[in-house]
């Protein structure tokens, strides 16, 4: 059996959040979503305008009180260890914070990188141990939602558990995709499976289930213990919801915490808002959704922001005011320094320095940074990568089968274009 560390300890007050490091997991591929991480890690993708995936976890974090945050990379790190410098560098050790980045470093053996989730923490242990934080909040840096990591904390000392695992409640059939666990009424977890033909309903709600989000909570010693352990099992993967969790569920006390009960939201907006935008289709559907009058993201409020690098750029400008080249943007979020000159634009979502030339007609497309749609342009449904140059007159969204010849288009009729699609065409 685990042995079990978490017992309030006397000198251990709320807020817990006080005496927590933050430990975030960024060292995903994200290849489902196909071109869009050819340059990138899934964390380090843009959403909502101005911000990464991964400065929703790290937001969450910081709003929560915890003040001692790391993030773990590997594939394709560059774009997201320079956001993160940029960004996140404000946590000051004068103050009793600490913001590490730890890339894969074969700090632990010389032939070795990250061989899975409890292996990046593993491999960092010392690191940890250096700033002796009583617990631990392990984070998946690639999801979109707003939670008060606080409450799970709280729950987690008074259930004396060994682990607190955040849960989603979702359909039976949508978690076949998912870690699911069998909990008891006191939301001990009795099960995990990964991914199960036939998830265990929850009780009291047999239309139900409760998958993993990827956040546990652990007190310190005890998770070292673990990784220690695991480390030493040859036959382990070395992975959170392979190997640890699934060994705590049989071994120890795993406690399930529901996401309803710390999901931030308001008066305006009361539903559970979580998104894995890992299919450019669920990306694209989750941007385009923050263009609803009341969408169910919000990224308004100022009592939980959503931290970020902020580049200095001027305001976003609409010019030119005659008939059929007027610069109008309906329903649209448009970023600083983006030009909408003479070009209609609806639904639609504009990150910073996007530019839209006279005639183009744009509705319902994402533009990353700093890219360029050309004079007499007609896109829809699209998403275009960053500094992404669309010469005059092209045309997406209106013809499936050449769109898809010439760009990538999803099954639910997205239109993914980078440069080098562009590149090809100019041949």
Not at 91 to 111: G, K, W, Y
Not at 295 to 318: C, G, Q, V
Not at 336 to 345: L, N, R
């Amino acid at each position: 059996m685990a042995a079990n560390y978490s017992r309030p300890d006397p000198g251990i007050s709320p807020p817990y959040s006080r005496h927590a490091m933050a430990y975030v997991l960024a060292g995903g591929r994200g290849s489902r979503l196909l071109e869009l991480t050819d340059r990138r890690a899934k964390p380090a993708v843009y959403f909502g305008g101005k911000a990464r995936i991964i400065d929703f976890a790290l937001s969450n974090a910081l709003n929560s009180g915890i003040r001692r945050i790391a993030v773990a990379t590997q594939y394709k790190a560059h774009s997201l260890i320079r956001h993160l410098q940029r960004g996140w560098n404000f946590l000051r050790p004068e103050r009793n914070e600490s913001f590490d980045i730890l890339p894969a470093s074969q700090r632990v053996s010389e032939t070795l990188w990250y061989l899975g989730t409890a292996d990046a923490v593993y491999q960092n242990i010392d690191i940890i141990e250096s700033y002796a934080p009583h617990y631990m909040v392990v984070l998946a840096g690639d999801h979109i939602y707003k939670m008060d990591y606080e409450k799970m904390l709280q729950q987690h000392v008074e259930a004396g558990a060994d682990v607190t695992v955040g849960c989603l409640e979702t359909s039976l059939e949508e978690a076949q995709g998912f870690g699911v666990m069998g909990v008891d009424e006191s939301d001990r977890i009795l099960t995990f499976l990964e991914k199960p033909k036939n998830p265990p309903p929850m009780p009291g709600n047999p239309n139900a289930a409760l998958c993993s989000m990827g956040i546990y909570v652990f007190e310190t010693k005890f998770l070292i213990d673990q990784l220690h352990r695991d480390a030493a099992d040859p036959n382990s993967s070395h992975d959170f919801g392979k190997d640890v969790i699934p060994y705590l569920v049989a071994n120890g006390k795993a406690v399930a915490h529901h996401f309803s009960r710390s999901c931030v939201v308001d008066a305006e907006r009361p539903k559970i808002y979580w998104r894995d935008v890992g299919t450019v289709d669920a990306y694209w559907e989750s941007n385009i959704d923050l263009t609803d009058i009341v969408p169910e993201l919000d990224l308004y409020d100022r009592a939980w922001p959503i931290w970020t690098y902020s580049e200095i750029s001027p305001p976003a400008k609409f010019v030119h005011d005659g008939d059929g080249r007027r610069g109008v943007a309906i329903s649209s979020l448009v970023s600083g320094g983006c030009i909408i000159s003479g070009a209609a634009v609806s639904r639609s979502l504009l990150f910073t320095g996007a530019r839209v030339h006279s005639y183009s007609i744009i509705h319902e497309a994402v533009l990353l940074p700093y890219s360029q749609i050309g004079r007499g342009v007609r896109i829809k449904k699209a998403v275009i990568d960053s500094g992404v140059v669309i010469p005059d007159g092209l045309v997406v969204g209106e013809d499936p089968e050449l769109d898809a010849k010439r760009f990538r288009r999803t099954e639910g009729g997205v239109t993914l274009i980078t440069q080098p699609m562009l590149d090809k065409l100019a041949k």
